[in-house]
Every structure is written in C-alpha cells, then in structure tokens.
C-alpha cells in the first residue's frame, strides 16, 4: 500500500504521514476487521486516521490501511510522498549538520503554523501541508527558522539572540507564520478607521495609554505617546478625540 511505502522510505516519516496520499472527497476501499473489503468516501483528515462514510456508517481507518479506488488518482499522488521523503532527508540533514543529532523531526497537521520547536522534547514539527505544497526554498527556510529556535533556547523567542542565529544559519529573521485570512480581515477592517495624525488609546501591558498615530505601518500603527513611541496592532487600538480632517487624500 501506499502508506506503507512511503514510512519505509525515512526514519522520520510515521505511519500518520500517509496522510499526503489523501484528500477529502476521494473514493477509497479499506478491509474491515472481520476481513471483509468496503468502499466509501473520505469526510474528514484527523490526524492519524480518516473518518469514510460507507453508505450509512462511518468508519475510522489508519491512512495506511487506505486504498484509492482510482488508480490514476494513487498515481497522481505519488510524488507528494517523494516530496515528503525528500524534505525529511534534507531536515535530517541540517539537524545533524548544526548539532541537532539527539533531536527528532516529526511531520504534524497545522496549516497555519509553518513549524514548531519543542525544546523539552528535542522535537522539531513541520507542517506536513507546508511541506508537500509549498516552494522548497520556504521549506527550507522553515527548518532553519526552527532549527534556530533550538538553538537559540525556547526564552530567546524571536528576538535579537534568535535573529542573530537565524542570520547565520541563512533563515529569514522573523516569524514565518502565516496570516490567516480571518485575522487579516481583522486586522484590515480596523485599519480602515485610523488614520495618521488620529488620536488613539490603547492597553498594554495592563495600563492604559493615549497618543498619536504618527506612521501607518501595513500590521502596525505606531503611535506617539509623550516621548515614547509603540508600534500597536490595529485592532488594539480605540479611537480618542477625532478632528474631522475631510476625506484621506488619494
């Protein structure tokens, strides 16, 4: 089966990561325990099983124990599970290459979280989505930006120790962690209402404060209070006293 070759291929790969193969909607066959063979549709990806509706009932099968009922869509398949392979030898490989040899990388669920450093663990997580579908360079930028985090220790978060790891280990310095369209539309509706030049407040750090916008930054306002400048996400920010200034210029 596909599943099973494809864990053969890498230490790193679990029988979970035949996951790729599958997609919902595709028509799959699966032997039951009392060695009979039935035919259903896949309804949901849970992590280590998919949920097939077969007529009336619903059955939990381990991706490995799947077959497609198309054969050309198993060999449509198929080079996700190269890809796979692929990106877990090169992760391997950058692990060792930087120390990480007593470290273990694991291919997880999470579609907005591009990687994850558990450092209690000495566990590396990439999302096995992210992986599969997206351009090998963000892929590998991914595993340095995550190999960086071990290295840097899980209190240097994104700041300047972990940047500076992060430089030199070639990974763009900064969160990689994509926006999801229900947080930029957010984000977006509350920018739509300032302006620079309003008067704005804010809490942070449990006081409040009150200020100018000076510069709107495309995720930040920042705002001028007294002599101490912050950079305030636009959905924390309330308006204070407007002065009608007309229409924004063009």
């Given at each position: 089966?596909?599943?099973?070759?494809?864990?053969?291929?890498a230490?790193?790969?679990?029988?979970?990561?035949?996951?790729?193969?599958?997609?919902?909607?595709?028509?799959?066959?699966?032997?039951?325990?009392?060695?009979?063979?039935?035919t259903?549709?896949v309804?949901k990806?849970?992590?280590?099983?998919?949920?097939?509706?077969?007529?009336?009932s619903?059955?939990?099968?381990?991706?490995?124990?799947?077959?497609?009922?198309?054969?050309?869509?198993?060999?449509?398949?198929?080079?996700?599970?190269?890809?796979?392979?692929?990106?877990?030898?090169?992760?391997?490989?950058?692990?060792?290459?930087?120390?990480?040899?007593?470290?273990?990388?694991?291919?997880?669920?999470?579609?907005?979280?591009?990687?994850?450093?558990?450092?209690?663990?000495?566990?590396?997580?990439?999302?096995?989505?992210?992986?599969?579908?997206?351009?090998?360079?963000?892929?590998t930028?991914?595993?340095?930006?995550?190999?960086?985090?071990?290295?840097a220790?899980?209190?240097?978060?994104?700041?300047?120790?972990?940047k500076?790891?992060?430089?030199?280990?070639?990974?763009t310095?900064?969160?990689?962690?994509?926006?999801?369209?229900?947080?930029?539309?957010?984000?977006?509706?509350?920018?739509?209402?300032?302006?620079?030049?309003?008067?704005?407040?804010?809490?942070?750090?449990?006081?409040l404060?009150?200020?100018?916008?000076?510069?709107?930054?495309?995720?930040?306002?920042?705002?001028?209070?007294?002599?101490?400048?912050?950079?305030?996400?636009?959905?924390?920010?309330?308006?204070?006293?407007?002065?009608?200034?007309?229409?924004?210029?063009?």
């Amino acid at each position: 089966m596909h599943g099973q070759s494809l864990c053969a291929q890498a230490d790193s790969l679990r029988p979970e990561d035949a996951q790729v193969f599958f997609e919902v909607g595709d028509e799959v066959r699966f032997r039951t325990p009392d060695g009979g063979t039935l035919t259903g549709t896949v309804e949901k990806l849970n992590p280590k099983r998919a949920r097939v509706r077969c007529g009336a009932s619903v059955w939990t099968v381990p991706y490995t124990g799947l077959q497609h009922v198309c054969a050309s869509t198993a060999t449509d398949r198929k080079p996700r599970a190269t890809r796979l392979n692929a990106v877990a030898a090169q992760a391997r490989d950058l692990m060792d290459r930087h120390g990480l040899d007593e470290w273990t990388l694991r291919f997880n669920t999470a579609r907005k979280k591009l990687g994850e450093c558990r450092a209690q663990q000495k566990l590396i997580l990439l999302s096995r989505s992210h992986a599969v579908n997206d351009p090998p360079a963000q892929v590998t930028d991914t595993i340095l930006h995550e190999i960086a985090h071990a290295l840097a220790g899980p209190s240097a978060r994104h700041g300047p120790a972990w940047k500076a790891i992060a430089h030199q280990l070639g990974a763009t310095p900064k969160s990689c962690a994509p926006e999801g369209r229900e947080a930029r539309d957010r984000r977006e509706a509350a920018k739509a209402k300032f302006r620079a030049g309003d008067a704005v407040s804010f809490i942070t750090r449990g006081a409040l404060h009150t200020g100018t916008i000076v510069r709107m930054n495309p995720k930040r306002a920042k705002v001028k209070c007294g002599d101490v400048a912050w950079s305030v996400p636009y959905p924390k920010l309330n308006a204070a006293t407007r002065v009608d200034r007309g229409p924004p210029k063009s």
